[in-house]
């Protein structure tokens, strides 16, 4: 719309709560109302125009306290914003005026969200949303830290190294997972024992004394698959976010991330973050169970490892009086594992 060289409305002198028919004219520098039953025009200094709203009338305001009240929305706005003029210049800066209303309603947006749905779906949401550079900068931070308090170097021969990293790549495939991009690597598991973890940029750690453990290689492979499950699904991520809270979620998010991330690389990527919950796991599971099916292997096969390793961890725990020890300690509820394994593989084959 061209700029109207006059605006028709009403009129509200000053001090009086009658109005008159009357047009705006003129230029920034000069504007003029012309009142209908009188021809003569008089000057007027500009102070404000009220925002657009609906339908409502738009007040535009001077300094004599006078108010001219125009109904026709697009015809103010092509008045008033006009190029680099004095008043194009002041509705910008009334849109950045809007900009941070804007993000004052988002912010309370969130945190209505996370009292209406709770923490756990809007950790899911801004797991979503997180940036894959972001989730590569905490997968390394988490991967320095692990490397540091839990894992030692792996003492897999390399033959054996290299033939799981070949089974890895095929159940990758088979998931059809290639965003975060998936990488395995091998440790020894030291006091956390017989695991797999999975971090939240795509890297899968498998320790030694899980592979030592697994009497066949479906076991593991169904082990591999449930992580690569953990890490479709973004769980270590929402786990990372319930642990850390809101402040973090809106940081990070919002892209200031520097210091923060730094923050959760030397704290906050603790083991205790990497504990699933229930609900994660039995994705997880039923993740494993769709690939493994998929590839023609085994889809029980890991339920029988993690039955080993729960095994052995009490045996450990009976011998050490530790409970922290084996896949125990990342993935609680392993009691109920098998029943909804067969559940889910009954729903695959029944779709067949
Ligand atoms: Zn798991």
Not at 45 to 50: E, N
Not at 116 to 140: F, Q
Not at 249 to 264: A, F, K, P, R, Y
Not at 308 to 337: F, I, Q, Y
Request: charged share 25%; aromatic share 8%.
């Amino acid at each position: 719309m061209t700029r109207p060289a006059s605006l028709e409305g009403r009129y509200f002198p000053r001090s009086s709560s009658g109005s008159v028919d009357a047009y705006l004219s003129g230029t920034p520098d000069s504007l003029e109302i012309t009142l209908a039953d009188d021809e003569a025009a008089q000057p007027v200094l500009f102070q404000s125009v009220t925002d657009r709203l609906g339908n409502v009338a738009r007040k535009i305001s001077f300094q004599d306290g006078s108010v001219f009240e125009c109904s026709d929305n697009d015809a103010v706005d092509a008045f008033f914003d006009h190029g680099s003029s004095f008043f194009g210049r002041l509705t910008r800066a009334e849109s950045s005026w809007k900009f941070v209303g804007f993000a004052a309603i988002a912010t309370v947006a969130v945190l209505i969200g996370i009292y209406r749905y709770g923490l756990p779906a809007m950790a899911s949401a801004a797991a979503s949303v997180t940036p894959a550079s972001i989730s590569k900068l905490i997968d390394a931070g988490a991967l320095d830290t692990v490397d540091r308090v839990l894992f030692s170097e792996s003492s897999l021969e390399e033959d054996r190294k290299a033939e799981l990293t070949t089974l890895f790549g095929k159940l990758v495939k088979t998931s059809g997972e290639s965003s975060p991009p998936l990488r395995l690597l091998f440790r020894n598991g030291g006091r956390i024992g017989a695991n797999a973890i999975a971090l939240p940029g795509g890297t899968i750690i498998l320790t030694d004394q899980l592979v030592a453990l697994a009497e066949k290689d479906d076991e593991i492979a169904g082990v591999l698959a449930h992580e690569i499950g953990h890490v479709s699904g973004r769980h270590s991520l929402k786990q990372i976010y319930r642990v850390l809270g809101i402040g973090f979620m809106v940081t990070i998010i919002g892209g200031d991330s520097g210091q923060i991330v730094e923050d959760v690389i030397a704290q906050a990527v603790a083991i205790e973050s990497l504990s699933y919950s229930r609900k994660f796991e039995s994705e997880a599971d039923r993740h494993s169970v769709s690939v493994m099916l998929e590839a023609d292997r085994d889809p029980y096969a890991f339920v029988d490892l993690l039955d080993r390793v729960v095994g052995a961890a009490t045996k450990d725990a009976k011998e050490t009086a530790t409970d922290d020890t084996g896949w125990l300690s990342t993935h609680p509820g392993n009691a109920d594992r098998r029943r909804d394994v067969a559940a889910h593989v009954e729903a695959i084959k029944g779709k067949e």
